[in-house]
Nanobody, 124 residues
Framework: VLLQASGGGLVQAGASLRLSCEAS????????VGWFRRAPGKSREFVAAIELTGRSTSYEDSVKGRFTISKDNAKNTVYLQMNSLKPEDTAVYYC??????????????????WGQGTLVTVSS
Protein backbone atom coordinates (compact mmCIF):
# COMPACT_ATOMS: atom_id res chain seq x y z
CA VAL A 1 0.00 0.00 0.00
CA LEU A 2 1.12 3.58 -0.69
CA LEU A 3 0.06 6.41 1.59
CA GLN A 4 -0.49 10.03 0.59
CA ALA A 5 -0.92 12.59 3.36
CA SER A 6 -2.42 15.99 2.65
CA GLY A 7 -4.31 18.86 4.21
CA GLY A 8 -1.58 20.72 6.05
CA GLY A 9 -1.23 24.46 5.97
CA LEU A 10 -0.68 27.68 7.86
CA VAL A 11 -3.42 28.64 10.30
CA GLN A 12 -3.85 30.83 13.35
CA ALA A 13 -4.20 29.48 16.85
CA GLY A 14 -7.73 28.28 17.50
CA ALA A 15 -8.38 27.32 13.91
CA SER A 16 -9.11 23.86 12.51
CA LEU A 17 -7.55 21.68 9.85
CA ARG A 18 -8.38 18.25 8.53
CA LEU A 19 -5.55 16.03 7.42
CA SER A 20 -6.18 13.16 5.03
CA CYS A 21 -4.21 9.98 4.51
CA GLU A 22 -5.24 8.25 1.31
CA ALA A 23 -4.17 4.72 0.52
CA SER A 24 -3.58 3.25 -2.90
CA UNK A 25 -2.65 -0.22 -3.94
CA UNK A 26 -4.58 -2.03 -1.22
CA UNK A 27 -7.88 -1.53 0.53
CA UNK A 28 -7.51 0.42 3.74
CA UNK A 29 -10.08 -1.74 5.46
CA UNK A 30 -7.31 -4.24 6.19
CA UNK A 31 -5.03 -1.73 7.90
CA UNK A 32 -4.61 -0.05 11.25
CA VAL A 33 -3.48 3.55 10.80
CA GLY A 34 -1.64 6.02 12.96
CA TRP A 35 -0.71 9.68 12.80
CA PHE A 36 2.63 10.90 14.09
CA ARG A 37 4.29 14.29 14.09
CA ARG A 38 7.76 15.74 14.26
CA ALA A 39 8.12 19.30 15.49
CA PRO A 40 11.22 21.35 14.68
CA GLY A 41 14.12 20.19 16.82
CA LYS A 42 12.12 17.40 18.44
CA SER A 43 11.74 13.69 17.97
CA ARG A 44 8.77 12.08 16.27
CA GLU A 45 5.80 11.54 18.54
CA PHE A 46 2.55 9.63 18.45
CA VAL A 47 -0.61 11.65 17.83
CA ALA A 48 -3.52 9.29 17.19
CA ALA A 49 -4.32 5.84 15.88
CA ILE A 50 -7.28 3.78 14.73
CA GLU A 51 -7.54 0.03 14.35
CA LEU A 52 -8.61 -1.59 11.13
CA THR A 53 -12.35 -1.74 11.83
CA GLY A 54 -12.41 1.90 12.83
CA ARG A 55 -14.22 1.16 16.06
CA SER A 56 -11.35 1.84 18.46
CA THR A 57 -9.02 4.80 18.66
CA SER A 58 -6.21 6.15 20.81
CA TYR A 59 -4.84 9.65 21.32
CA GLU A 60 -1.82 11.31 22.77
CA ASP A 61 -2.83 13.19 25.90
CA SER A 62 -2.14 16.69 24.57
CA VAL A 63 -4.55 16.26 21.65
CA LYS A 64 -7.40 14.47 23.43
CA GLY A 65 -10.64 16.38 23.03
CA ARG A 66 -9.20 18.47 20.18
CA PHE A 67 -8.23 15.90 17.52
CA THR A 68 -10.37 13.15 16.08
CA ILE A 69 -9.16 10.28 13.93
CA SER A 70 -11.62 8.54 11.66
CA LYS A 71 -11.55 5.96 8.90
CA ASP A 72 -13.59 5.87 5.70
CA ASN A 73 -12.86 2.47 4.21
CA ALA A 74 -15.05 3.19 1.18
CA LYS A 75 -12.79 6.10 0.28
CA ASN A 76 -9.60 4.35 1.41
CA THR A 77 -8.87 7.38 3.56
CA VAL A 78 -8.11 8.12 7.20
CA TYR A 79 -8.74 11.61 8.51
CA LEU A 80 -7.31 13.59 11.37
CA GLN A 81 -9.66 16.41 12.30
CA MET A 82 -7.70 18.96 14.31
CA ASN A 83 -9.62 21.62 16.20
CA SER A 84 -8.50 24.37 18.57
CA LEU A 85 -5.02 24.24 17.14
CA LYS A 86 -2.17 25.58 19.23
CA PRO A 87 1.28 26.82 18.21
CA GLU A 88 2.75 23.72 19.85
CA ASP A 89 0.88 21.59 17.30
CA THR A 90 3.21 22.96 14.63
CA ALA A 91 4.96 19.97 13.05
CA VAL A 92 5.23 17.77 10.03
CA TYR A 93 2.47 15.19 10.32
CA TYR A 94 2.90 11.66 8.98
CA CYS A 95 0.46 8.82 8.55
CA UNK A 96 1.51 5.20 8.89
CA UNK A 97 -0.20 1.86 8.42
CA UNK A 98 0.07 -1.76 9.44
CA UNK A 99 -1.87 -4.53 7.77
CA UNK A 100 -4.26 -6.95 9.31
CA UNK A 101 -4.59 -6.11 12.97
CA UNK A 102 -7.16 -4.77 15.40
CA UNK A 103 -4.36 -3.65 17.69
CA UNK A 104 -3.97 0.10 18.06
CA UNK A 105 -0.30 0.90 17.68
CA UNK A 106 1.18 3.88 19.51
CA UNK A 107 4.80 3.15 18.63
CA UNK A 108 6.24 4.32 15.34
CA UNK A 109 8.31 1.15 15.05
CA UNK A 110 5.13 -0.95 15.01
CA UNK A 111 4.07 0.46 11.64
CA UNK A 112 5.64 -0.76 8.42
CA UNK A 113 4.22 1.62 5.82
CA TRP A 114 4.70 5.38 5.93
CA GLY A 115 3.46 8.26 3.87
CA GLN A 116 5.27 11.50 3.20
CA GLY A 117 4.61 14.27 5.67
CA THR A 118 2.33 17.26 5.49
CA LEU A 119 3.34 20.47 7.26
CA VAL A 120 1.05 22.08 9.79
CA THR A 121 2.03 25.53 11.03
CA VAL A 122 0.02 27.24 13.73
CA SER A 123 0.76 30.89 14.38
CA SER A 124 0.03 32.59 17.68
Amino acid sequence: VLLQASGGGLVQAGASLRLSCEASGHTFSNYAVGWFRRAPGKSREFVAAIELTGRSTSYEDSVKGRFTISKDNAKNTVYLQMNSLKPEDTAVYYCAAKRGTTVIGRSATWYNVWGQGTLVTVSS
